[in-house]
């Protein structure tokens, strides 16, 4: 089927520029620059080692430095199995039967990468899920940090004690969510100083209902906002909101269209940007390719590949 | 001498995306030939890209490949529906006297342009609208059983993006079934069914393509390097059976 022609690349950028100009925020414009030297997580707590064998490290452990090269920190990838394979429609794919942590690592060591942060796949609820988490980050605690998942749904009125839990007692860094997050969720991230890791399904949109009222809260758009690139729109969509809010970042998992990689690179501060692969689906040894290529400045790269998910992580990763 | 490295899809010209939502876009040759030569490529297939009738976007790529004929190889566009009845007329004059050495079919293809095909002994590239078909199956068995001395090219290991990841292994399976099938290897972001291809299906059957510039064809070569193929099998991918198909 022909499908009818849109305004070219010129036009539809018009547009977003005429949203912008309704509702751009001079006062945040204004901040950009302080709020993005500042770290945004405070994470204080001990880490409780419940689920680690005798011959893992506490998860609390970081990767010794090594002294003078920055770190490359892939900031989006999955790890752990389905509670419910082929049950259901969101649990039917390969991404959402199991993610096999061992494919994560063999890919990263290859590609330079020193840290993957790892999430659960697709489950009904949570807990059992971002344990297992845990464990693998405590499996590995110089090649794996954890984000926690859950599940507006069907996790209502339950999830700020859990997070608390998963944060300061399982070692957990940020949340992942798939489901628009309610103010029980933000109210929680907001007290915990975490970055949230939002994938809205091709609905940049939806951020606008939350972003104004968690200026504090470092938002992470996966995918610049269109996953495997289906709505080069969303990309749009995901580049406009991170000019209007600093605390707005773009992961760069699995985006096929590399000219709006490379359209994100050019027109936004460098520190909203975050390398990411969605390993191990995905295989972050082409996804760093798609950075590396394009042989930005130095300062520049090795905030994309690093730097930032640090700095949003309070250092702790 | 070293191999020839040839990407079997590219595109230039006007025209809107093949892949959906469309855009209105302008592949311009000289950002395609820059992009390549980085990438180590010497020559492109290019066609035009989707456009409502072929006649002109066909004559325009046939005048830029004249004028890089070291670089470029030209391959018409047909839509079945559109064009039916001319079709024969059109792809005639477009390999003997423009010089184009294939066919992209924009929609499934007819018997006439199968037909044209088979009398010029020229591959067709056949993506199946993945709305209309949930993989290239259907779309498949019934066009490479009707026409064996054709040889069809099916792109993207058959799911542009790998949004439809069973697409993969339909793809996979219609190579193993017909030995006039062939799989192009663009924008497998999945890279797991590339490496699946590589394992399960003989190097003679998988054809480097870029889908550039649409894609950045440095990025689909690595894609490539990553498999780590022998030599001699890397050689046929990037550029020995694209030469083959088309009796270079």
């Known amino acids: ?317 | 001498m070293k191999p020839l490295v040839i990407d079997s899809e590219a595109q230039i010209g006007v025209g809107e995306t093949w892949g959906s939502p469309p855009r209105w876009l302008d592949y311009n040759v000289e950002t395609l030939l820059g992009r390549s030569a980085e990438a180590g490529i010497d020559r492109s297939c290019v066609m035009a890209p989707r456009n409502p009738l072929y006649d002109l976007p066909n004559k325009q790529v046939a005048k830029v490949c004249e004028k890089y004929s070291g670089r470029l190889i030209g391959f018409a566009v047909h839509n079945p529906q559109l064009e039916s009845g001319h079709l024969r007329q059109l792809l005639l004059a477009e390999v003997k006297s423009l010089g184009l050495k294939g066919v992209r079919s924009d929609g499934h293809p007819s018997r006439e342009l199968l037909d044209a095909a088979a009398e010029l002994n020229i591959p067709v590239i056949y993506y199946p609208d993945l709305e209309e078909y949930p993989g290239p199956a259907r779309a498949y068995y019934m066009i490479a059983t009707a026409y064996p001395s054709v040889n069809f090219i099916l792109p993207h290991l058959g799911a542009y993006r790998s949004w439809q990841w069973w697409a993969h292994y339909e793809a996979i399976d219609l190579v193993k079934r017909f030995p006039n099938v062939y799989v192009g290897t663009s924008s497998v972001i999945s890279r797991k069914y590339l490496e699946m291809a590589a394992r399960e299906l003989p190097p003679e059957r998988i054809l480097f393509g870029s889908f550039a510039p649409e894609l950045d064809p440095r990025v689909e070569i690595f894609s490539l390097k990553l498999l780590k193929l022998p030599k001699p099998s890397e050689a046929l991918v990037l550029g020995g059976n694209i030469q083959r198909l088309l009796g270079q």
């Open chain 1, 1 to 317: 089927m022909l499908h009818g022609f849109v305004p070219n690349f010129g036009e539809a950028e018009n547009l977003l520029d005429l949203k912008e100009a309704r509702t751009v925020s001079r006062k945040i414009e204004s901040s950009r620059r302080a709020f993005l030297t500042n770290t945004g997580a405070l994470l204080t707590s001990e880490v409780v080692n419940r689920w680690a064998s005798g011959r893992q490290e506490s998860v609390g452990q970081t990767a010794p430095r090594k002294q003078g090269k920055p770190r490359v920190i892939d900031c989006h990838a999955h790890a752990g199995i389905s509670r419910e394979p082929g049950a259901k429609e969101e649990h039917s794919a390969p991404w959402d039967t199991a993610a096999d942590p061992e494919i994560i690592l063999e890919h990263a060591r290859e590609a330079g990468i020193d840290k993957t942060i790892i999430f659960p796949i697709n489950n009904t609820t949570y807990k059992e899920a971002n344990e297992e988490i845990s464990q693998i980050c405590q499996r590995y605690p110089e090649r794996f940090a954890g984000f926690a998942r859950h599940d507006a749904r069907t996790e209502c009125g339950k999830i700020r004690s859990m997070l608390i839990h998963e944060i300061h007692d399982l070692g957990l860094r940020g949340l992942k969510l798939h489901t628009q997050p309610n103010t029980e969720i933000l109210d929680a991230a907001k007290e915990l100083g975490i970055p949230i890791l939002y994938d809205s399904n091709q609905h940049v949109e939806l951020f606008e209902e939350f972003l104004s009222s968690y200026p504090t809260i470092n938002f992470i758009i996966p995918h610049m906002g269109s996953d495997q690139s289906e709505n080069w729109r969303e990309h749009l969509l995901a580049i406009d909101l991170a000019k209007r809010y600093p605390n707005v970042h773009l992961d760069t998992a699995a985006v096929v269209l590399t000219e709006y990689l490379e359209k994100a690179i050019k027109e936004l501060p460098a520190e909203q940007i975050l390398f990411a692969s969605d390993e191990p689906e995905i295989d972050c040894r082409l996804e760093i390719f798609k950075i590396r290529v394009l042989n930005l400045p130095k300062e520049k790269e090795e905030l994309i590949l690093g730097g930032n998910i640090t700095r949003l992580l309070g250092g702790r990763v």
